[in-house]
């Protein structure tokens, strides 16, 4: 079946780095547009960045450009999301997304909060 696994996600400082990854299995990786949601406390899950399945990143969030790059590694069936210049309003939950004909696939999640 579809799995999606995210990882990376931790406690961080205001202006630091991370990555997040996100290893898919049990579907055909480069059939898949593949993207990275967020969803802080209270708020509703937002699109954070989209890459298609030519690598080629359609969407980031205006709140995001110019600090998060989104990739992806088809032979290692993984997904990246590089983070930047990080800041407090950044803290949620980061959920990867597989769109593959059609169909919506989730992971369960990884954590980022940027503190002091």
């Known amino acids: 079946q579809v799995q999606l696994v995210e990882s990376g996600g931790g406690l961080v400082q205001p202006g630091g780095s991370l990555r997040l990854s996100c290893a898919a299995s049990?579907?055909?990786?480069?059939?898949?547009?593949m993207s990275w949601y967020r969803q802080a406390p209270g708020q509703e899950r937002e699109l954070v960045a989209r890459?298609?399945?030519?690598?080629?990143?359609?969407n980031y969030a205006d709140s995001v450009k110019g600090r998060f790059t989104i990739s992806r590694d088809n032979g290692k069936s993984t997904v990246y999301l590089q983070m930047n210049s990080l800041k407090p309003e950044d803290t949620a939950v980061y959920y990867c997304?597989?769109?593959?004909?059609?169909?919506?696939?989730w992971g369960q999640g990884t954590r980022v909060t940027v503190s002091s």
């Open positions: 997304n597989a769109l593959v004909y059609g169909t919506n696939y």
């Open positions: 049990g579907f055909t990786f480069t059939n898949a547009g």
């Open positions: 890459i298609t399945y030519f690598s080629v990143p359609t």
